[in-house]
């Protein structure tokens, strides 16, 4: 088994890695590392802030690593929260604040198209890589399922009638953004 360090601290994306790597891989946690910073993700691009988490470890704690940034982009609202999702609602981490005030925003749309994407950054000694993976989709008009986490309850994939929060994390992971740029990540960490 080998030890990779995933420089987050959100334990929803800690735990969606591990499944998604899978046995051969022991995925490190940000705590794990002794580092409990709150990281400033100060980029206007998900690339970028990636990037920023991904440096920040290997500077300061030295491990090689990889980050992932994600954001919902939704059509109507130009592509808003996008780069900003976390903290959409003003306070930073509250999804709950995030989801109503996403449905409010929507509540007099009609088009609810929307996206997931994920861009995760890997640095390997001197070298950085990125790596993405997209799930289209629509926001729902209220919310459904207790599964997942962040905008899970309102965000439901092309080709389901179900939301990302009423799907078992296999399901979720198989067509996820975060799913589909972490088989890019097994790929190049092969
Ligand atoms: P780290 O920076 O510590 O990795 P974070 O929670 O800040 O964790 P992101 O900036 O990548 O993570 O996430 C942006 C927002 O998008 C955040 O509010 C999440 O709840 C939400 N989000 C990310 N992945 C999601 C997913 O798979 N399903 C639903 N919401 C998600």
């Known amino acids: 088994m080998k030890d990779i360090v995933f420089a987050t601290n959100n334990a929803h994306k ?9 046995a051969d ?17 100060t980029a206007e691009t998900l690339e970028g802030n990636a990037e920023i988490k991904a440096r920040w470890v290997k500077e300061r704690y030295g491990y090689d690593c990889f980050a992932d940034d994600t954001g919902l982009e939704v059509d109507a609202l130009a592509g808003a929260p ?18 109503a005030l996403l449905l409010k925003n929507l509540s007099d749309k009609d088009n609810r198209k929307a996206r997931f994407r994920t861009v995760i950054a890997l ?4 070298e ?12 729902t008009r209220e919310l459904h399922g207790s599964n997942g986490f962040g ?39 092969a």
């Open 14 to 22: 800690l735990e969606e890695i591990r499944q998604i790597l899978g």
């Open 25 to 41: 891989y022991n995925v490190l946690g940000l705590h794990d590392i002794g580092c409990d910073e709150d990281i400033p993700e």
């Open 82 to 99: 996008g780069v900003y999702s976390a903290r959409y609602a003003g306070s930073a981490h509250d999804s709950a604040a995030n989801v």
């Open 123 to 126: 640095v390997r000694g001197e």
């Open 128 to 139: 950085m890589t990125f790596v993405d993976g997209v799930v289209e989709g629509s926001i």
């Open 151 to 189: 905008y899970d309850p309102v965000f439901m994939p092309d080709g389901y009638d179900v939301t990302f929060a009423e799907m078992d994390a296999e399901a979720k992971n198989a067509i996820s953004h975060r799913g589909r740029a972490t088989a890019k990540l097994r790929d190049l960490l």
